[in-house]
Every structure is written in structure tokens, then in C-alpha cells.
């Protein structure tokens, strides 16, 4: 065991399935390390999948109450997922540590202990290489980790599997053995006891190199949000409250990685635990290098992420509410939207009314030389964002002559009478 990283006043949970590591890191608890916490308890998950589950689960209980260990244990069902052909391994990990979380908080708990060993560590950089899972985070198991209110916490993760049984022989620690850990239908199974066992054999190949790959891949990480974080610095910008503009050119010179990194960064403005894919990543990428002009590449109920010509926005995500048109009489301040608009007296010397509208079909505006321009291809020229357009301001007659289209266009006759100024985006959050 390492040195323990946790108080002599805390409260240490350890997590115990009656396997040969759970078992030894609490007897280690027990005797050489019992002076280094204030108080003890045990959990232990009843997956039900086995016939040995209940001696397994009646031993522990005995085991605890002789010793005054405090023991909950939680049955889990796991029919209805072994019926559906999903992932027992996978969905018996959520579960449990959604009761470990919830037990933590009932328990008032400083840390909760787990008896992953070095085996373990090879065998998950070693799945996570051959998966794919190799670009948005570390390859191996974290020593000690932060849970909210708790640390997890790892003490046997640099012990090797030959240590943990030495000591099992050495102090005559009762355990059970796991049948289904034999059995090579489950990936992590096959890489534990068929595919790292064969390079082992092999004495030209050495598994604990992946231990120092994890150290160089933690380290290339590093740099990468180093870099993704000078890049945000140097040309990211933020407008209109919690809207971020990336510009397109120098964010395609990035490599992959710092591409993910920033983009990960980023999004992390609007929730705790970015989802976005590698893959999805990916298209996102393709999209930005071409030549699209806009183009929407991810709405969530969260955020939204668009190429609006030369830049990346990504926004919070809004209600999509068209303003109401409006009729005014007089001179005055009236809002429409995020925009505010102002219109003087001398406009309403020569009409007695105004419309204040969004664009309609067949819109269109008279240019200084005489001739018309259709109001979309104005908006088009003024780069104005897809979703803004649907949004601006128009102020027309009630002949339908158009005097301002939002801050691209001012009649020429009027241009001194009409002011719009845009106020932004989070003006609708209030």
C-alpha cells in the first residue's frame, strides 16, 4: 500500500467484494494502517448474478461484526439488463457507484477506498489504447480523485497482483474468487487473463512499458491545454454576455488534440461534462476547413454551436421567439428584440405610421444609385448569422417602402433619423 493520502481524522469507506484485493486492503486497514483514520466503514454490492453471491455477501457480514466494522450492502437487479444484451459490466459499475455516492452522503464520509492494484492500471491503459480512448483524457486510473463532496481513493494502485497474493499468504486473509473473472466473454477479462499474460511470455515485450506511456501521455495532455488555453487567450472573444467567437483560420492551423482541447474548454462554459464524441469532433472539424459559409453544427438544450462565416460561434441556447411587429405613431424608443430603436420626429412629418417587422418575402431596398437590392442578399453581404436574421429589425412604411433593415441598411433620406443599436443576445435572458 502506498502512504495513506488521507487525515487521522477522517472517515474512510472502502468499497469490499470479498475478492482477494478488496479483502487484503482491509485487513491492511485493520492492522498496520488502523492508527491513520478516525473511523471505518464497509460497502458492499449484492449483484445477484451468481449462486456464491449470498456466502459471499453472509461471510462479509459475519467478517465485519466481529470485528465492529459497520457494513451496508445493496442488492442490485441486473436481469433486465443481462435480457436486453447490454453491457452487465458497464451498467453493475454505474449503478454501484451511484449507491457509493449516495452512501457517502448519508455517511457524512471523507474518502471511499477501492482495492484497484496495478494489474488493474495495465489492463485499462491497455483497453483504452485498443478503443480509441486515447485523445480527451488520461490513460490509466487516477491514484486519487475528487468526487464533490469526497476523495476516491486507490492505495493499492502501484501493488502488483504477486504482492497483494504474497501478503494474502503471509497474514491468512480469507477472500472468494470470482468465478465470471475467468471468463473471457468480457473485454477487460480477455485483456487480463489472455492478451497481457502473452506478452508477458514474450521476453522481448514488457506490459509495465504502458505504465511509462501513461506518464508521456499525461504530460503530451498537459501541453495540449497549455496550448488550447494560450490559443483561447490570444483569439478567442467573447460577445453579447456568454456568446464566444473563434476565428475559423487560425483555430484550422491547430493541430487535432488542441483542437478538442479548446472546443472542450469552451463548451464547458455551459455544462460540467462535455459529451461531444471524438468522432463528432471530427465532422465538426471537416465543416470548418471547407468552404461553407454557415452552417449549424450542434444545438443542445444547453448551448448551440454554428459556423457563421469566418468564425465558430458557440451561445447559450435560446428560445427561438419571433418579436411581434409593431406599429408606432410617434417619435420615440421602442425595443424590438435585442435591439433598441430610436426614431426622431422629422420621420413622422412625412408618414404617419410606421411598421417595425422582421423580413418578409420579396423585401427589398433602394440603393443610393436607384436601384433594389433584395433585403436576404443584403443580410448576406452584412454577414449577418442565419439565426439573426430571422430576429432584425425592419422598419417600414405603410406602403411597405423599407427606410432601415437593423444596423446594415438606413434609408439615405432618414439615415439621421433612425438609429438601431443592437444590445445583444442575453438581453432576452432577462
Known sequence: MMKPCWRTTDHIVIAVSTGIDSMVLLHQLLTQYADTYDQLTCLHVHHG????SDNEAQFLQTYCQERNIPLHIHHLDLTSIAEAGRSIQNEARRLRYTWFDKMMYNLQADCLLTAHHQGDQLETIFYRIFTGRVDRGPLGIQTCESRGLYRLIRPLLTTTKEQIRTYQQQHTVPYFEDESNTSNAYVRNDIRNRLLPDIEQNPQLQGQQLLKLM???????????????????????QKHGNQWYIPRKPFNQLSPHVKMKVLDIMLAHFESVVTVSERTYQDWFVKICSDVAQSTLMHTNKWHVDIVYDKLVIAPAMKETIPTQQVVTMAGIYRFGAYRIEIAEHVFRSHEMLHIRTRQTGDRIMLANGQHKKVTRLMIDHKVPQGERLHMPIISTANGDILAVGTCYHHMTYEQYIHIQYLGDDINEK
Open 49 to 52: 448474478l451468481r449462486e456464491a
Open 215 to 237: 506518464d508521456v501521455h499525461a504530460e503530451a495532455l498537459t501541453l495540449f491545454k497549455q496550448r488550447a488555453q494560450q490559443f483561447i487567450e490570444q483569439e478567442v472573444r
